[in-house]
């Protein structure tokens, strides 16, 4: 039980580029989201999903594509890359809506 | 839309004090409330989960309180460590087809030896 993964860790992108962060959980949650972490702002949500095939936006959900094709996975899509996407990034997964969130160790992203 | 917020934003505080931090959100439609631990540069880790319907959950020395009707939690540390530096976050989960869990801006903890 790894509970749930995120890759990479780290991440240096140009302006401009492209890339998929990775979310993966063996729990069989159903629901999963994306958050972003800025100084100052907190986590906000940026996109979730309450079940295989179905998404919904976040707060903060410009620039940013998912897509939730199966139970475990839930990848995090940057169309183009900008600086102010630079963050740290967390995926999250409960198994019902009362339950609590388990999160992952994050991702760090620099968009230079 | 449901907010979260924690005051002061941080403390510090010397060792072995009795530590109170204080939770208050606007919607009393939740499912129920957590409270996570975040180390600088690391991620959340959950220490307590309170759902709405209990008044208190423990957990070695934590102790967290709900009292949904007027929107605010507690989280009790009892005799404080170094080690329980940290950024402490509160998030509540909605009702709703969402059920969407909402932050609060956490509160960073010095505990001075």
């Known amino acids: 039980n790894a509970g749930v993964t995120q890759t990479p860790k780290f991440q240096v992108l140009k302006t401009g580029q492209s890339m998929t962060l990775q979310c993966a959980q063996d729990?069989?949650?159903?629901?999963m989201s994306w958050y972003r972490q800025d100084p100052g702002m907190g986590l906000r949500l940026i996109h979730y999903s309450v079940g295989a095939g179905i998404t919904d936006q976040g707060e903060v959900p410009n620039g940013y594509n998912v897509s939730r094709s199966t139970t475990e996975d839930f990848p995090l899509r940057l169309l183009s890359a900008a600086p102010s996407q630079t963050s740290v990034y967390f995926c999250a997964s409960s198994y019902r809506a009362w339950y609590g969130y388990t999160f992952g160790s994050g991702t760090r992203l620099t968009v230079v | 839309k449901q907010e979260v917020t924690q005051i002061p934003a941080a403390l510090s505080v010397p060792e072995g004090e009795n530590l109170v931090l204080n939770c208050s959100f606007t919607d009393s439609a939740i499912y129920n409330l957590q409270w996570f631990r975040q180390d600088p540069g690391k991620g959340l880790t959950s220490l307590l989960l309170i759902q709405s319907s209990q008044r208190e959950q423990t957990s070695g020395r934590l102790n967290a309180s709900l009292d949904k009707s007027s929107g605010r939690s507690t989280l009790y540390i009892a005799a404080s460590q170094p080690g329980d530096s940290a950024t402490y976050l509160c998030?509540?989960?909605?009702?709703?087809?969402?059920?969407?869990?909402?932050f609060g801006k956490g509160i960073t903890l010095s505990v001075r030896p």
């Open positions: 729990m069989n949650h159903e629901y």
């Open positions: 998030a509540v989960r909605n009702t709703g087809a969402n059920s969407k869990l909402t």
